[in-house]
């Protein structure tokens, strides 16, 4: 047996699958889910999370977007949306790809002309994932989106014409072709009459406008479709969810709208989104960012992830440098990152800048690096291993963390975190090479 077997074996005790108590999401899972299992194999420094620190999940109905159960207890999905012209087929499927990738559960594609409607027959057999229609304005979209097999619908009522007359024949199509919807509120384009009554777009006002549209549905019969109410003000769109929350069991789609450049609206996102999910309010999110979409769904994951709401994967600490530091931490912990970036052991990776407190420091931490003097420090659960040449550390690291990895799953640990959702199979194996 190797070091990195020896200190693994001593310090990760195997905890037994059929031990583990299941979450509410877990054992409520659809067929065709992966059995989940939550747990801790860490000794110290991480809670043990078979049983949730947050607060229980609100309770509410079950829907499907596809394969993607929503609501009811299932575990929290990741969407995202396209930013590529819908009708461009290669480029939105390229990017679905990239999507699906990162670990985004539910894509969305906007739909505002002819051409893009057309395009989605061939969108939606060739991603690998659930496809959401983005409707506003024309109706006609709406059954054209769901005669193209697609998963879902998102209808906004602010901005669709003679909503209340084309809403029971869109509950109707929905119906009839399994596909569920989704009651799209948003702050910008509320409806004119509530925005005068209730002075703009205040959580009374986004709420009464979900409220009318739902209980539209319900009054013909229609009860697969979620709910959000989108707002840019953190304080504003979490008093709205709240409320929402409290007037009935519709999945709640989590949401802050135009949230702004990637900084600035992940500290948003987060801030709105750790704050609902703490509080069990939330089934599926989706972060919106003026970035590239992939950087959405990895700060949904993470969100999740960091939460204890979804399977953890790999995680990176790192001092933030100071005058003690020897080598260049910032260009090291983004080196590190973007090697390892492909792990999915849910093994946490320390990068500190010195040798005096790095092991001390990072003892909870599975695998990391003290660098000094043009040197690294390798270590396992702050046991030194080996030192090698700081031009060596990325690549020593990398090995390791596979190391690690492989004896993580020959001895069946079981990793921190719910599982996340569904495993969707890929149906179309081509689809990459479609886009290219």
Partial sequence: MDVVSRIIEQERPIISMSALPQTSAQTSATTGTASAVTGSFRKTGEPDISESPLHPRRKSRRIMVG?????????????????????????????????????????????????????????????????????????????????????????????IRKFDQVGPDICKAATDAGVSLRIGVNAGSLDKELYAKYGGPT??????????????????????????????????????YRLLASKGDWPLHLGVTEAGPAWQGTIKSCLAFGALLAEGIGDTIRVSLSAPPVEEVKVGCKLLEYMGLRKRKFDIISCPSCGRAQVDVIQLANAVTEELKNVT?????????????????AREADLGVASGNGKGQIFIKGKVIETVPEDQIVETLLARANDIAAQMEADGQVPVGATGPVVIPIQHPNAMNAVR
């Fill in 345 to 361: 052991a849910p093994i946490r990776v320390a990068v500190m800048g010195c040798i005096v407190n790095g092991p001390g420091e």
């Fill in 67 to 159: 394969p993607v159960p929503v609501g009811g207890g299932a575990p929290i999905s990741v969407q995202s949306m396209t930013n590529t012209l819908t009708a461009n087929v290669p480029a939105t499927l390229q990017q679905i790809a990239e999507l699906t990738a990162a670990g985004c559960d539910i894509v969305r594609v906007a739909v505002p002309s002819q051409d893009d409607a057309d395009a989605l027959p061939q969108i939606v057999a060739k991603s690998p994932i659930p496809i959401i229609a983005d409707i506003h304005f024309q109706s006609k979209y709406v059954f054209q989106a769901i005669d193209a097999g697609c998963a879902a619908v998102r209808v906004n009522p602010g901005n």
């Fill in 203 to 240: 959580p009374e006002a986004l709420v009464a406008s979900a409220l009318k549209e739902a209980h539209m549905f319900e009054d013909v019969g229609f009860r697969d479709f979620k709910i959000s109410v989108k707002h840019h003000d953190v304080i504003t769109m979490v008093q709205t």
